[in-house]
């Protein structure tokens, strides 16, 4: 994380963003720029955020996360440490302080996928075994209608649930839709001009 005693130059600079805004809308498009260009280098490895075309970005994440919790206290102790690559992020309140999540930046995902390959795996493997079982467990799923589970994109789940902590207030859902459009317009754009 960030040091208060070193400055460096994007300290100095996010500062200057943070004191001079009117609103903290600015805060939230840089988290979400910054969150959406880490995300783009993803791989499930445990060193993927060091490697150098993606550590300076993070470096410049971990001011803005030090920058959050200077302005927002209570946010302190949900920033949190992946269990699988390390890397701070911050986490929702009733999950603050733990040290066995999963990164939103993928590893959260990645593990989920894991864990369900296994099961779905073993559950292959006993079938012939587990046969009456099944027809058991069909039997009492056909007869309770279970809840749709939400195909909303975790990502964005994530966003919707950070940029309302930071921004103290409830975000809604197709607010934070619309800043991750106009971010991703950003980035294009910034691609272009390259
Ligand atoms: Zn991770």
């Known amino acids: 994380m960030c040091n208060g005693n070193t400055t460096p130059h994007y300290i100095t600079h996010y500062t200057g963003i943070y004191e001079g805004m009117q609103n903290i809308s600015q805060i939230n498009q840089i988290f979400i720029l910054l969150f959406i260009k880490i995300q783009a280098h993803f791989k499930f ?3 993927w955020h060091k490697q150098p075309i993606v550590s300076k970005l993070v470096s410049e994440y971990y001011c803005l996360l030090f920058l959050i919790c200077k302005e927002n206290k209570k946010l302190e102790k ?12 911050i986490t929702h ?3 603050a302080g733990r040290n066995d999540l999963g990164c939103p930046f993928g590893c959260q995902e990645a593990n989920r996928k894991k864990q369900s390959n ?3 795996t073993e559950y292959h493997r006993n ?7 099944l027809n058991q467990n069909r039997y009492r ?19 919707q649930i950070v940029i309302s902590y930071i921004d103290r207030r409830f975000v809604s859902f197709e607010d934070i839709l619309s800043l991750i459009i ?3 317009k950003t980035i294009k754009k910034q691609r272009q001009h390259i």
């Open 127 to 133: 079938h012939k075994n587990k046969k009456k079982k």
């Open 141 to 159: 799923l056909s007869s309770k209608k279970s809840p749709q589970k939400s195909k909303i994109n975790p990502t964005f789940r994530y966003l």
């Open 182 to 184: 106009k971010t991703i």
């Open 118 to 120: 296994i099961r779905s």
């Open 45 to 47: 490895v445990p060193d």
């Open 78 to 89: 949900c920033v949190v440490r992946c269990k699988f690559c390390k890397i701070y992020f």
């Open 93 to 95: 309140f009733c999950t």
